[in-house]
């Protein structure tokens, strides 16, 4: 009967999302702020797994793309990458979201972080936010 109790509450942890320690590496007069940052599922080494981060606009602003970039604190290694994004026009208190996909190196074992930096059509920031990973 136990076995049965626990049943549905395993499969509800096997779909939740993560979500990490993050937040703002910005000001509070950026375009963009960063409001939510969730992993589709816990980190695990060696495993593709979708970051989704969303903020609020608050002057309008192109999008055009964003820099990922990861960090190990395990090692002295770091990696970025850009990533181009649709060009989209966002208004005063709209939400702007993107997901990035993430495939962390063993490597990543211990403390982490990954920041991302969104720019707008000119390639200027117009916020950014940076999560603590500890696998």
């Given amino acids: 009967m136990k076995t049965l109790l626990l049943l549905p509450l395993l499969v509800t942890l096997s779909f ?3 979500t990490p320690q993050w937040k703002s590496c910005g000001d509070v007069s950026d375009s963009w702020l960063p409001t939510s940052v ?3 599922k816990e980190p695990q080494v060696d495993q593709t797994n979708t970051i989704h981060v969303c903020g609020r606009v608050q002057e309008e602003i192109m999008t055009s793309r964003y820099i ?3 960090k190990a ?3 002295t290694f770091e ?4 990533r181009n994004l649709t060009p989209q ?3 005063p208190g709209e939400d702007f979201c993107f997901d990035h996909t993430i ?3 063993f490597f990543a074992k211990g403390a982490s972080t990954v920041s991302f930096n ?4 000119y390639w200027e920031n117009v916020g950014c936010v940076i999560l603590d990973l500890l696998l």
């Avoid at 990696?79 to 850009?82: A, E, N, R, V, Y």
């Avoid at 969104?118 to 059509?121: G, K, M, R």
């Fill in 68 to 70: 990922a970039d990861f």
């Fill in 89 to 91: 026009i966002t208004f």
């Fill in 38 to 40: 969730t992993f589709e």
């Fill in 118 to 121: 969104l720019e707008d059509f």
């Fill in 73 to 75: 604190a395990s090692q």
């Fill in 79 to 82: 990696f970025k990458s850009t």
């Fill in 103 to 105: 495939i962390l190196p």
């Fill in 16 to 18: 939740a999302t993560f």
